[in-house]
């Protein structure tokens, strides 16, 4: 059960997860008990609860290294005077017994965090593996938080510290898990917890390398964490509890009124999540679709409400597409070379480039001696540029944006990619393109075109339907 920011966000939310879990358990209990259908694998007998940072704290923290790196030390030190009081108010109102022994553990993190971030800001320098160690404090703080509150609510509960459990790589701030080293930490910290009756807590997104430095799996990392250890235990559901009522139609903060997706597959999930679907970090079904566990979205505000089940088949929808993703601030790249005419390893050189500088793209097209490519993470954007030109014509066009039309009836159906096009024949398309598996369309245009074009085609596939079946 994973649980974000806005669902740790305050004494109310900690309060609403409380009651979730205890429903869960109850229902694990019942079903164990009579031998029905059961939640959980022999390995897992209580719910394992992943948390993310408490809502805004990530952002706050980066914040705080910002200062640092630019020698405030004085500003960094207010914000982490703040912070710590949101802590320390948060984790009061949720506890009683053990509201002291959670507050010294709180207070504890902020005086290391406090003297880290003091050293960053004498140094002025702040890399990705410091950048990591401060932001990484945020799922430890909310976990001992939640830990706590549970324990205190009569829910036999253990804090797990996740830097013990996720071994990762060193690509600090982006890190990749080892799956092994991973799964056998999970055997060793969590089962025994889980098989003793307790509900294992532990913060998502941190994890550290074999030799303990602590890293981060990247933004919005918790629920990849979840799933990761939900793997690793062969659990028989993987929840992502949240602030939406699942997987919708659309990005709620690009289209008005999108509506709820009740099944998904696996790969529409991944298409989704990859093109901006932000409820989902993009890693998140990887671990799942290996054990075939279902993963299920869920409202934390509206725990009675279905949500999104994700499975290896989902359910295509009704003959239509299933949702639409979209990413904005993407940079297009044109790359045009008369060498590439009938030549042959010319894309090896081109993909080399991206490959040497770290960088992902993430749509390509091509025709006969030009290739364009999108990319998100424009760090290296410079660097890449001056590398093509060696052997190519470059230019570079930003404040670009991808939509990413998905359905597994885009397979069967033909006239759904003509239906999309035609929806969006008034907005000029930069790119277009439809790949092999044949489970997206994807569109590349003007950011400022985005809300218009995301309208269109919303409308087109999702608020006709619903036209017609009420008629
Ligand atoms: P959490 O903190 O629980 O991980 P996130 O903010 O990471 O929550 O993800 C939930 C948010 O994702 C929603 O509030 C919504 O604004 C955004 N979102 C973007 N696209 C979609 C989509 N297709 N379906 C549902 N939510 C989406
Ligand atoms: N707290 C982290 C972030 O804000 C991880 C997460 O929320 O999933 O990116
Ligand atoms: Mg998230």
Not at 308 to 328: E, M, S, W, Y
Not at 369 to 377: E, H, L, Y
Request: with cysteine; proline share 4%.
């Amino acid at each position: 059960m994973k649980f974000g920011g806005t669902s740790v966000a305050d004494p109310d939310a900690v309060t609403r997860l409380i009651g979730i879990v205890r429903r869960q358990l109850a229902t694990q209990v019942s079903d164990t008990s009579q031998t029905r259908v059961r939640l959980v694998s022999d390995t897992c007998q209580t719910p394992v609860v992943v948390v993310s940072a408490l809502s805004g704290v990530t952002d706050a923290m980066i914040d705080v290294t910002r200062l640092a790196e630019e020698g405030d030390g004085e500003q960094a030190a207010i914000a982490l005077r703040a912070l710590r009081e949101r802590h320390v108010s948060v984790a009061s109102a949720v506890t009683r017994q053990s509201r002291d022994t959670v507050l010294a553990a709180v207070r504890a993190e902020f005086e290391e965090l406090t003297g880290l971030v003091h050293a960053l800001a004498v140094l002025r320098e702040v890399s990705p593996r410091s950048l990591d160690a401060v932001i990484a404090t945020g799922e430890v703080l909310s976990s001992r938080i939640v830990a706590a509150a549970l324990a205190d609510q009569g829910i036999p509960s253990a804090w797990v510290d996740a830097r013990r459990v996720l071994v990762t790589d060193a690509e600090h701030t982006v890190a990749s898990p080892e799956m092994i080293a991973t799964c056998e930490r999970t055997r060793e910290l969590i089962a025994p917890v889980t098989k003793s009756g307790q509900v294992a807590v532990l913060g998502g997104f941190i994890g550290a390398t074999a030799s303990g430095v602590t890293t981060t799996l990247g933004r919005g990392g918790s629920d990849y964490s979840a799933s990761i250890v939900g793997a690793c235990l062969g659990v028989s559901e993987i929840q992502i509890w949240t602030d939406v009522d699942g997987m919708l139609t659309a990005d709620p903060r690009v289209v008005p009124l999108p509506r709820l997706v009740p099944q998904l597959s696996f790969a529409e999930a991944s298409e989704l999540a990859y093109f901006g679907a932000k409820v989902l970090h993009p890693s998140t079904i990887l671990p799942a679709v290996g054990k075939n566990i279902p993963v299920r979205i869920l409202n934390s505000h509206r725990p009675e409400s279905p949500g999104t089940v994700i499975t290896a088949d989902g359910h295509p929808a009704n003959g239509q597409l299933t949702a639409i993703a979209c990413k904005r601030n993407v940079t297009v790249i044109d790359i045009t070379s008369t060498r590439m005419l009938m030549a042959h390893g010319f894309l090896r050189r081109l993909f080399e480039v991206f490959e040497r500088f770290k960088t992902a793209v993430d749509v390509v097209t091509t025709s006969e001696v030009s290739v364009s490519v999108t990319v998100d993470d424009t760090r290296r954007l410079d660097a890449i540029i001056d590398n093509l030109r060696n052997f190519a014509e470059v230019s570079s066009e930003p404040e670009m944006a991808i939509i990413s039309a998905v359905g597994e009836n885009l397979r069967s159906d033909p006239t759904l990619f003509g239906r999309a096009v035609t929806s969006l024949q008034r907005i000029p398309l930069r790119l277009v393109s439809q790949a092999a598996g044949r489970r997206n369309i994807t569109f590349v245009l003007r950011d400022a075109d985005l809300p218009s074009a995301m309208g269109q085609l919303h409308e087109t596939f999702f608020e006709q339907r619903a036209i017609t079946k009420t008629r």
